[in-house]
């Protein structure tokens, strides 16, 4: 496959807490940096936590890499002014993009609740932001709808009501399902949703740790592909391989359906992100594979 470049990718990592964990972060984004992504997004911590390293992060990125890094911000743990000033603070800085999200409780919450003087959801988050300047906003999506969301209906109008408000784009949760997929993307045009509903894709580089994963968020794990990593906890070359051609599948399968857009779930690591990427015909811009004049 020739260079496809009418393909964008957009990538997603998170503050690291190591020095070890730091060091494979930027040999990641060092590495996924010459494939041009739309944008790299940072997260924030599901509970808000990790703010200053999230910070620290998204200005190195733009210093050593020139690329757009896009910041996650929630509803979590701070009062609306508190987080007009990040955004504003973000603004200043030239940063334009942003991925605004409700968030979820602590961990030692039982149920999310809105903060004392904070934003509520992530559809009042998206409007706070829009009086702060005109960033270009991703909220995220469900497929297979929200675990807390009381019915399919009303996820879809939250979605909805998060674009309306002035939101860009929607990121979609991972999924393994393609079919429910093209399904929800069905039922956003159906509802007069027009922005770009972008789907999510998690290269599996564990399948425990996907499990997890899945059992927090409420994606579904379909039999076959239990079936595909059976055995294989202590094989990382063949799961690569499997992994590798899971995500490739779908990919292709999304661009015949007229996909031409990808966010990657990098969990920090770049090999096997880059290697979808390849296969898809998203090449590095210095043509060599290495990092280009702006790393």
């Known amino acids: 496959m020739t260079e496809n470049k009418n393909l964008q990718v957009s990538f997603e990592f998170f503050p690291p807490g190591t020095p070890a964990m730091e060091e494979t972060l930027w040999n990641s984004i060092q590495r996924l940096a010459p494939l041009n992504p739309r944008f790299v997004s940072v997260t924030y911590g599901a ?27 929630t509803c979590v743990g701070a009062t609306k002014e508190e987080v007009q000033a990040i955004a504003r603070q973000y603004w200043d800085e030239g940063i334009r993009d942003i991925v605004a999200l409700r ?4 961990a030692e919450v039982e149920k999310y609740e809105p903060h004392p003087g904070g934003y509520e959801y992530g559809v009042d988050l998206v409007k706070g932001l829009g009086e702060v300047g005109e960033f270009e906003i991703s909220v995220a999506a469900y497929p ?21 408000a002035g939101a860009t784009r929607a990121i979609t949760q991972f999924f393994f399902d ?8 069905d039922q956003c045009v159906s509802a007069g949703i027009t ?5 999510g894709i998690l290269p599996i580089n564990k399948f425990p740790q ?19 990593f059976e055995g294989l906890d202590d094989d990382a070359e063949t799961r690569q391989m499997i992994s590798a051609s899971i995500a490739i599948e779908m990919a292709e399968r999304l661009q015949d359906e007229g996909i031409d857009e990808f ?14 990427c390849h296969a898809l015909g998203i090449r590095p811009q210095d043509g060599n594979g290495g990092v280009n004049a702006r790393g």
């Open 210 to 228: 996907l499990l997890r994963f899945a059992n927090m968020c409420g994606a579904t794990v379909p039999a076959w592909l239990h079936d595909r």
């Open 144 to 164: 297979e709808v929200h675990p807390e969301a009381p019915s399919a209906a009303f996820d879809l109008e939250n979605l909805k009501r998060k674009l309306d």
């Open 47 to 73: 509970d808000g936590s990790t703010r200053d390293r999230t910070h620290r992060i998204v200005h190195r990125i733009i210093a050593e890499t020139g690329l757009r890094a896009a910041p996650h911000l």
């Open 103 to 106: 968030g979820d409780a602590p």
């Open 263 to 276: 966010h990657f779930y990098t969990l920090n690591r770049a090999e096997l992100t880059y290697a979808i």
């Open 195 to 199: 922005a770009s509903i972008v789907p």
């Open 178 to 185: 393609v079919d429910k997929f093209l399904r929800f993307r």
